[in-house]
């Protein structure tokens, strides 16, 4: 896992300050960014009856948006890289609320998929990854912490919007919603003027300081061109510094990461079933007799449920014991997620649709809280927007197709524990699979360290055993040296003995 250390940043986090200000700015953006594609299900029936399609039709809008905030990641994060936070989450801001307000006008089903779906999910994409990379880099000690509370925004904002919704579809229609909500969501502009970047302290150029004191520059560092009998050397480079440019925008690195790819396999199946239960709860609820206000106040009980869960999980992940474990407490969330939904259908009456939304909420909000976390516990703060960018957009596959094929289902079989079945199985398959792999991960991990405590204790005494011969060698010279020293001497006195001898005679 990556270290503790905030010296990959260029400057450590402060881990508070400006960064609560940050924070509530994150708040705000995550939190529509996550809760407006699951609020707008409130609008479902009435698009539906508008336009005259079907349920899995009509479930491709909040597919799409979903699909569209998560492929747009990459995007995201190479302005993120490139301009910082603060102008993508205003640009996001005002694309969303511009998006809402066009579809107010919309004529067709397709028009909503565009303005909607696409423009709206490609704003949300705009809130969502630069808030979470911002945190990173104003927090380090208590950041668990700080995602868990950022994280928290989406079933905040979710429990607000799911009976204001209902009130504005009551008195104002969809449209009229749509209309209100683009100007609600221009809050988002607001939320992206608080994140203020970190000034990072300059350090001094390594070439221009090596030059500064007369240091010859090393060979093929460019100050003097290459001899065309190496071509071969000098297209490697030339790769090198493709690889390089390209590093500058988004970092692939990541994907030689071993913990990265197990992330990556188990998140690409969990979530075909991750968002349509949420979708789908209360179009379920009004399908088992529940009046419209009830199934909309099932979105608000699953919403303050997942409200406490992630600030909660945060605190509990930011503990001694489960930190440096933190990959199997997200793998238990994951598996609980489908424990909760084959379940359902086995609830009665709204009663049992309630438990089903306290519990339901507590494993959503576990895993939302841990998601990102132990994604920067893995590639570390320098990499984690490039590896956000790029989860997202491969991420946004399986999240385009799980709520239109979940509507489908229900479509065949006109009942939903179909549906929530399946869901069931698409979350705990993968819980298991990410429990296994990252147990087998950890023994690597603790190997590989073993390795390395062993080969640097080795290297001292390697060190001292190669010393000690020179050592010897040396002291050898030096005793023959002052043996010669005394014979010159020894034989120059004899010299001066006869010689004095003879003068006498």
Not at 188 to 204: D, E, F, N, W
Not at 254 to 261: D, E, I, Q, S, T
Not at 331 to 351: D, E, I, K, M
């Amino acid at each position: 896992m990556a270290p503790v250390t905030g010296t990959s940043l260029g400057s450590p986090p402060p881990d508070g300050g400006w960064g609560w200000a940050v924070l509530l700015a994150a708040f705000i953006s995550i939190g529509f960014s996550y809760a407006l594609p699951k609020s707008l299900t409130i609008y479902f029936k009435d698009i539906r009856e508008y336009f005259s399609v079907s349920y899995s039709e009509i479930a491709w809008m909040s597919s799409i948006m979903l699909a569209a905030m998560y492929a747009g990641g990459p995007v995201s994060s190479i302005l993120v890289n490139r301009y910082g936070s603060r102008p993508v989450v205003m640009v996001g801001g005002l694309m969303v609320g511009i998006a809402m307000t066009t579809a107010s006008f919309s004529r067709s089903i397709m028009h909503l998929y565009l303005c909607v779906g696409v423009i709206g999910g490609f704003g949300l994409a705009f809130n969502l990854q630069p808030s979470l990379a911002i945190i990173g880099k104003y927090f380090l000690i208590k950041r668990p912490m700080a995602n868990g509370l950022a994280m928290a925004g989406s079933p905040v904002f979710l429990s607000a919007l799911a009976p204001l919704n209902q009130f504005l579809s009551d008195h104002f229609g969809w449209r009229g919603s749509f209309l209100i909500l683009g100007a609600l969501l221009l809050n988002c502009c607001v939320a992206g003027a608080l994140m203020r970047p970190i000034r990072a302290k300059k350090k001094p150029s390594t070439t221009s300081s090596a030059i500064s004191e007369g240091a010859t520059p090393e060979k093929g560092s460019g100050d003097s061109p290459p001899s065309s009998s190496l071509r071969g050397e000098h297209i490697e480079p030339q790769k090198r510094a493709c690889a390089d440019e390209m590093s500058s925008f988004i970092d692939l690195s990541v994907f030689k990461h071993r913990g990265f790819l197990i992330y990556l396999v188990g998140n690409v199946f969990m979530f075909f079933g991750f968002f349509a239960p949420v979708v789908f709860l209360a179009p379920y609820a009004k399908h088992r007799g529940t009046d419209e206000y009830p199934a909309a106040l099932l979105l608000s009980i699953f919403a303050l449920a997942d409200m406490f869960a992630r600030p909660g999980t945060g605190l509990i992940a930011n503990t001694k014991w489960i930190r440096p474990r933190i990959q199997y407490l997200f793998s238990f969330a994951v598996a609980s997620n489908g424990v909760c939904h084959l379940l359902c259908p086995l609830s009665t009456g709204y009663a049992g649709l309630v438990v089903y939304a306290v519990f339901f909420g507590v494993a959503f909000g576990m895993v939302c809280s841990l998601m990102f976390e132990v994604l920067n516990d893995l590639v570390g703060a320098r990499r984690f927007s490039s590896a956000v960018g790029l989860v997202t957009i491969i991420e946004c596959g399986p999240i385009l197709l799980g709520p239109p094929i979940s509507g489908t289902l229900v479509d065949m079989f006109m009942d939903y524990k179909y549906m929530y079945y399946a869901c069931g199985f698409m979350m705990l398959l993968p819980g298991i699979f990410l429990f296994i792999m990252n147990y087998f991960n950890y023994q690597r991990l603790d190997q590989e360290e073993k390795l390395r405590q062993s080969q640097a204790e080795a290297e001292p005494k390697q060190g001292q055993a190669e010393a000690e011969p020179r050592q010897t060698k040396a002291e050898a010279e030096d005793m023959g040296a002052v043996d010669m020293g005394v014979i010159k001497r020894s034989v120059a006195e004899d010299v001066e003995g006869e010689s004095e001898m003879s003068q006498e005679v």
